[in-house]
């Protein structure tokens, strides 16, 4: 659980995206005594309303640039291809001295799309490492941050005390922060992250389209691997849509490397190579162990994920 604070680290925080992210933004910030006021802008009016009836939020506002008055931290719970769009509009509303950030799973993106931003703000672009399949206002919980990283990327020429601001703001929510470059970020992504889903969504997709298998026996035989292919391709797909097309460098990079290692594998099947897929297999069981060491999981048989709000978060 994240500490209390005792005094807000920001008095009035704006957040534009009300979904997961959003969401829990605003409910882990209650919880710790981070935030005195929190105002909420969504884009659509049901979202906008959704949030009223749950309350996470102090107040709801009918515009971007009405939410970030006055607001001394600003963060975009937008997808990455709206970023540039949201900039824009909120641009003439930004107080001097707010720190504007996001939640963002790609990074060279986001600083390029905010770079016409006000001098007299504090561009501060993060990426906290935690989320679920689930997406909308009402999947959000105040724990959701705990115990998981939230990587800073500062721009060169930033404040070191606005940064400073944003990392205990991020901790008072519960998570672990550290500082990377922007693009070691979006590389470390592609592998941690980004690879990964499309992995995922091709294989779903793989098994859509194989007309041998029916739909009812994919479903009744998903309790083993594909299972958790299914769960993490059922993530936001205009997200991941951005992610893939902002991040195309790198995710394609590592694309290339993986359909290497995928020749690798498939040569020892075709020739019988057990030694091979046996050392493979332990060295890559090993890094599992190494991500349950490290906190960032749980060595349960079901992943931990005894309720939807209490497993371990998948997706960046």
């Keep these: 659980m994240s500490p209390l604070v005792g005094h807000p680290v920001f008095e009035r925080v704006a957040l534009i995206g009300l979904g997961l992210i959003g969401g829990s933004i605003a409910l882990a910030a209650r919880r710790a005594g981070a935030a005195g006021r929190v105002v909420g802008y969504a884009r659509t009016a049901e979202t906008r309303e959704t949030a009223r009836r749950i309350g996470f939020c102090d107040e709801i506002v009918e515009s971007a640039s009405e939410a970030v008055a006055g607001a001394d931290l600003v963060i975009l719970c937008v997808p990455v291809g709206a970023m540039a769009a949201v900039a824009a509009e909120i641009a003439p509303a930004l107080r001097e001295g ?4 996001d939640v ?8 390029e799309a905010l770079s016409g931003l006000p001098d007299h703000v504090h561009v501060i672009p993060a990426h906290p490492l935690a989320g679920t399949e689930h997406s909308g206002p009402e999947s959000g ?10 990587l800073l990327t500062p721009l060169p020429d930033g404040d070191a005390e606005a940064e400073g601001r ?22 470390v992504l592609a592998v941690t992250s980004h690879a ?10 793989v098994a859509d389209d194989m007309r041998r ?6 479903i009744k035989y998903s309790a083993a ?12 797909p205009t997200m991941w849509r951005d992610v893939f097309l902002t991040n195309r460098e790198a995710t394609l990079e590592i694309l290339g490397r993986f359909t290497e290692e995928l020749f690798a594998l498939q040569r020892a099947i075709r020739t019988g190579n057990g030694d091979m897929l046996f050392d493979y297999f332990t060295r890559t069981r090993a890094i599992r162990r190494g991500i349950i060491d490290a906190g960032q999981d ?5 992943f931990g994920r005894v309720a939807a709000r209490s497993g371990p978060k998948a997706g960046e």
């Design 166 to 187: 944003l990392a205990r703001f991020w901790r008072a929510l519960g998570a672990n922060v550290e500082a990377m470059a922007p693009e070691r970020h979006d590389l």
């Design 225 to 236: 691997g594909f299972r958790d292919f299914t769960r993490i391709a059922a993530s936001d």
């Design 196 to 205: 990964p889903h499309l992995i995922a969504y091709t294989m779903v997709g």
């Design 213 to 218: 298998v029916t739909k009812s026996e994919v």
């Design 104 to 111: 963002g799973s790609v990074k060279g993106a986001v600083i």
């Design 141 to 150: 919980f105040a724990e959701l941050f705990d115990n998981r990283y939230c």
């Design 298 to 302: 749980t060595a349960a048989p079901d």
């Design 98 to 101: 707010a720190v504007v950030s």
